[in-house]
């Protein structure tokens, strides 16, 4: 554990390394001497979410446009961690938004959506949680909300298989509007999302 580690972390890294144990792989052998700490540590940068002092907030600003207009973030990367096997699942999220009386910039989307990653959560939870954000912070008239992930739980035991796992939210228009909803999914079937499922 570093100097001047939380007493939280370093009971933390206690408790995981008599998980280790019961386990029955020993925490002080030579490549796992520091492991309970490291893990102790990742996992409160990896939660990081669950801590009220650093939940991220959106800071909207008046639209001078109001229209038709889709705003779309597409191909954002997340990683977050399964509640159910505290194993990693990542992808690509395509987020997108028909505007009201308010707008946000385009890097506040990847904050929401990194924000909303770090907590132990599922595939659903992290869609609908990016979709409840822009909601309350824009009121817009509609969120759609893409995700594609690789869940390793999936991959590693189980069927311990590969495959592309997806999740749509669908609010206001896009939930109403078949039109919409076919516009959404054609601009974010282009190359940029056959790239990012490799």
């Known amino acids: ?53 650093r939940v991220y907030e959106l800071t909207p600003f008046p639209n001078p ?59 659903e939870q992290l869609a609908a949680d990016v979709a409840d954000a822009l909601e309350q912070a824009l009121a817009p008239r509609g969120v759609a909300v893409l995700l594609e992930g690789r869940h390793l739980c999936m991959e590693m035991r189980g069927a311990r298989r590969r495959a592309r796992m997806e999740t749509a939210i669908w609010r206001g228009t896009f939930a109403s509007d078949e039109g919409r909803r076919a516009e959404f999914l054609s601009r974010v079937a282009s190359p940029r999302r056959r790239e990012g499922a490799r």
């Open 1 to 53: 554990m570093s100097a001047g580690a939380s007493p939280r972390l370093e009971d933390a890294a206690r408790h995981l390394a008599e998980a280790l144990r019961a386990l029955g792989v020993e925490p002080a052998g030579p490549n796992l001497a520091d492991t309970p700490a490291r893990v102790a540590e990742l996992w409160s940068q990896l939660f990081g979410g669950l801590d009220p002092a």
């Open 65 to 123: 446009d109001p229209g038709e207009s889709l705003v779309l973030a597409a191909g954002l990367p997340f990683y977050a961690m399964c509640a159910h096997h505290l194993l990693p699942f990542f992808g690509r999220a395509h987020v997108a938004f028909l505007p009201g009386d308010k707008l946000v910039g385009f890097g506040a989307i990847a904050h929401v959506l990194d924000a909303a990653a770090k907590k132990p959560t599922l595939q």
